[in-house]
């Protein structure tokens, strides 16, 4: 009869964990597809657009060709850094040339940070690098008329970066920034392994500020630079932090996504608003991965206003089932425009009707 007992339990504790990461993973999750309007693709990229960065200007810059398995000997994509100009969305964007020593101007880019020097007005670009070494962050000044990126630092070898997926720069070579994983996404992921971290680079050291997070990826400072979001995949959340003097972090509160899997956050410099590129279903973004031009998957794209505020509101703005822009990372809005990147496919520019 115990045995029995034993038996039933584990058969109902098997199928009770089953059933929960078939719905982290997304599989009974449906997609309905809608857009603010007509939208249209960015000729010139092929091979994803993960990350995304707006000047005021409009000037934006587009990272593209990440390769996961972090092979640049010649297989795969190769990494690229683009400038696009929202003022004349009908251009196709620009790669930018890296000059400098030859050994940076080979790129496997993920996330990327803006930082305006306010004393020069001077912008630069942080650009994190899965190098065949280890993980970097890589240091450009933009030269916006001559279409280059003026390499001036590496930071690598650093024990506390070690499997970074994004960064916000608060300060001259100072930002924080997301190790989405310890070990394995697919080991974490399956056995609820909460090993993912923030860390925060002073320009000299880094340090982890916050641990024992279930796969963070994006990472955003407030307009007013008090907050610090993070993009919680795990969980399915945005994370609020209040930033510290001492540049340590206190969480605040989490707002949920009611099941879907938050990637890459832009912070609206205009209204504070939050505009993330989210991922569905992760059991078809990871079949993706696999065959990224025959397997499609979902995006969506979601604002969230208020993100300070006891009552946030999430607003969805854009949603495809995979035919039209498959694993959408990252959304940003300009004006009355937003443009929508990808991990590995390509780049959408749609008008707003309601910015």
Request: proline share 4%.
């Given at each position: 009869m115990l045995k029995q007992a034993v038996i039933v339990l584990l058969s109902a504790a098997i199928v009770y964990w089953i059933i929960g990461l078939a719905v982290k993973l997304g599989v009974f999750r449906p997609v309905f597809n809608h857009s603010p309007g007509k939208c249209f693709h960015l000729e010139g990229i092929e091979d994803g657009s993960e990350d995304i960065q707006a000047l005021p200007n409009g000037l934006a810059f587009i990272s593209s060709g990440i390769n996961i398995k972090q092979n640049t000997q010649g297989a795969g994509p190769v990494g690229k850094i683009y400038l696009f100009d929202f003022n004349h969305p009908k251009k196709s964007p620009v790669e930018l040339k890296i000059v400098g020593d030859e050994k940076y101007k080979i790129l496997n880019p993920h996330g990327i940070s803006l930082w305006t020097d306010p004393k020069t007005g001077d912008p630069y670009l942080y650009v994190v690098n899965h190098t065949p070494a280890g993980d970097a962050v890589d240091k450009f000044r933009i030269h916006?008329?001559?279409?280059?990126?003026?390499?001036?630092?590496?930071?690598?070898?650093?024990?506390?970066?070690?499997?970074?997926?994004?960064?916000?720069?608060?300060?001259?070579?100072?930002?924080?920034?997301?190790?989405?994983?310890?070990?394995?996404?697919?080991?974490?992921?399956?056995?609820?392994?909460?090993?993912?971290?923030?860390?925060?680079?002073?320009?000299?050291?880094?340090?982890?500020?916050?641990?024992?997070?279930?796969?963070?990826?994006?990472?955003?400072?407030?307009?007013?630079?008090?907050?610090?979001?993070?993009?919680?995949?795990?969980?399915?959340?945005?994370?609020?932090?209040?930033?510290?003097?001492?540049?340590?972090?206190?969480?605040?509160?989490?707002?949920?996504?009611?099941?879907?899997?938050?990637?890459?956050?832009?912070?609206?410099?205009?209204?504070?608003?939050?505009?993330?590129?989210?991922?569905?279903?992760?059991?078809?973004?990871?079949?993706?991965?696999?065959?990224?031009?025959?397997?499609?998957?979902?995006?969506?794209?979601?604002?969230?206003?208020?993100?300070?505020?006891?009552?946030?509101?999430?607003?969805?703005?854009?949603?495809?089932?995979?035919?039209?822009?498959?694993?959408?990372s990252v959304a940003v809005r300009f004006g009355k425009s937003m443009l929508i990147g990808t991990v590995f496919d390509r780049a959408l520019y749609c008008p707003l009707s309601c910015a």
């Open positions: 916006s008329d001559t279409k280059t990126l003026e390499h001036l630092r590496r930071i690598e070898n650093e024990p506390n970066i070690y499997s970074i997926n994004d960064l916000v720069v608060v300060g001259e070579d100072q930002f924080y920034y997301s190790n989405d994983k310890y070990f394995s996404v697919y080991t974490e992921v399956a056995f609820n392994l909460h090993w993912g971290s923030v860390g925060f680079f002073n320009g000299k050291d880094a340090v982890l500020v916050e641990t024992g997070l279930f796969l963070p990826n994006g990472i955003a400072v407030s307009k007013d630079q008090k907050h610090i979001y993070l993009a919680d995949i795990g969980n399915e959340e945005i994370r609020v932090y209040e930033k510290n003097a001492d540049n340590s972090l206190t969480f605040r509160q989490s707002i949920s996504l009611q099941g879907t899997l938050p990637d890459n956050i832009d912070v609206d410099q205009e209204t504070g608003d939050l505009w993330i590129g989210a991922h569905p279903s992760l059991i078809k973004f990871v079949k993706h991965m696999q065959n990224v031009k025959e397997i499609k998957t979902p995006s969506q794209v979601l604002r969230i206003r208020n993100p300070d505020s006891s009552s946030p509101e999430v607003i969805e703005v854009y949603s495809n089932d995979g035919v039209q822009l498959s694993g959408s």
